[in-house]
């Protein structure tokens, strides 16, 4: 076996990770810078069947309305995980994803250094659920926002 390169014991940071009670509303979330790379976004897309030559050929993108080649909108999900460290409480096994809103602005490129402005907006009890609404910006090096969005999770007791 070779290429694996991702963790699967996803407890081991558990006992590091807030708690419901802990998180604090309008708190910043502790993110990470990530450079996305070209070879990131193309295996990516392999995986997720997203072979558009926007995303892997030169030309056709050089030619394109973006002159160049780009990631596709959905890469935050990448971008999610890449840009918080492994304890953060969005990643406390157990957690439900109840639902989400994204705003695409411009395409992330290869090679751009993403950061994320990330925080817990709100928090709820619904129906003996545990409820956090969190907001999250993706922003290149240049400051511009590439895309925004809001999203309702369940969370472990």
């Known amino acids: 076996m ?44 392999r995986v997720v069947g997203d072979l558009h030559p926007l ?29 918080t460290p492994a304890h953060d409480w969005m990643r406390s096994p157990g957690t439900v994803n109840a639902g989400q809103s994204w705003s695409y602005h411009i395409p992330a490129r290869p090679d751009d250094t993403i950061t994320l402005q990330a925080r817990a907006l709100d928090k709820f009890i619904k129906k003996d659920r545990l409820f956090v609404v969190h907001d ?17 999770t369940i969370r472990p007791f």
Request: aromatic share 16%.
């Open 2 to 45: 070779s290429g694996t390169c991702f963790a699967t014991d996803f407890w081991k940071d558990d006992a590091r990770r807030k708690t419901w009670e802990q998180i604090v509303p309008g708190e910043p979330r502790e993110t990470i810078p990530y450079t996305l790379t070209l070879d990131a976004i193309q295996k990516y897309c």
């Open 136 to 152: 999250n910006v993706f922003f290149n090096q240049h400051g511009q926002v590439i895309c925004a969005g809001r999203g309702w």
């Open 55 to 83: 995303y892997f050929d030169q030309a056709y993108a050089d030619n394109s309305r973006y002159q160049g080649l780009i990631a596709p909108p959905s890469i935050h999900i990448l971008l999610m995980f890449a840009c």
